[in-house]
């Protein structure tokens, strides 16, 4: 099945504590990028990826890392989280073409306490 | 600015009844334009996209959408809502010409559907 798979679904964690959220797509797709949404606010870019070890700062990558070693794989990582990144993060993936729509992960609420 | 405006943040029709949900958006030229549907508890999922052509698209699940130039709108509609419609639906645009593969959403529209 073609997927965007995110893991974990649930985190809680505590403030400056590094963590890792895993990203992987099985559909050969060349963009990939990560999205945070808060109520209110929408769906924001943290970061993208237009191939491997392509990436680029979205519109909110403060506090956020990302690497692109592989075309599947793209985690979003918090190197010292802080209680504003509190939110429910998506990863996405598409063809290299605008025209083509995202292919959206099932979210990962993320808590930082 | 770049913006997406959807005017309604919460809405609740009848079961069988039609549905409109508005969607306005602020660029620079005509971009591609997408309506997104996100069920409790899941990620989004297409639901239908514009990028030239015809300007009414017909999506998944019997929904379609009419892109008006001139309003600078994107409005979805459905002749007959199901229970199991109840969503929110998020309006987003792309640029034609942009490496940056970047999204603009709305702040979404919840759609309660009653009984």
């Known amino acids: 099945e073609a997927q965007v798979t995110q893991n974990p679904r649930y985190l809680i964690t505590v403030t400056g504590k590094k963590l890792t959220v895993t990203c992987s797509q099985n559909?050969?797709?060349?963009?990939m990028s990560w999205y945070r949404q808060d109520p209110g606010l929408g769906l924001r870019q943290i970061y993208y990826?237009?191939?491997?070890?392509?990436?680029d700062k979205g519109d909110v990558p403060e506090g956020y890392k990302v690497s692109r070693k592989e075309k599947r794989n793209f985690p979003l990582i918090l190197e010292s989280p802080s209680p504003n990144q509190t939110s429910l993060y998506f990863c996405?993936?598409?063809?290299?073409?605008?025209?083509?729509?995202?292919?959206f992960g099932s979210g990962t609420r993320l808590t930082v306490v | 600015a770049q913006s997406v405006t959807q005017p309604d943040i919460h809405i609740t029709v009848s079961e069988g009844a039609s549905l409109e949900l508005r969607c306005n958006y602020s660029y620079g030229a005509t971009p591609y334009l997408f309506w997104y549907v996100q069920s409790p508890g899941q990620g989004l999922q297409l639901l239908l996209k514009y990028f030239s052509g015809d300007t009414l698209v017909q999506g998944i699940k019997g929904f379609e959408a009419e892109f008006k130039r001139s309003q600078s709108s994107f409005n979805l509609r459905k002749p007959s809502v199901h229970w199991s419609d109840a969503a929110e639906y998020f309006c987003a645009v792309g640029a034609r010409s942009s490496n940056t593969g970047k999204l603009i959403f709305g702040q979404g529209t919840t759609l309660q559907v009653k009984p």
């Open positions: 996405a993936s598409r063809l290299a073409g605008a025209n083509y729509g995202y292919t």
């Open positions: 990826s237009m191939n491997v070890e392509v990436t």
């Open positions: 559909m050969n797709h060349e963009y």
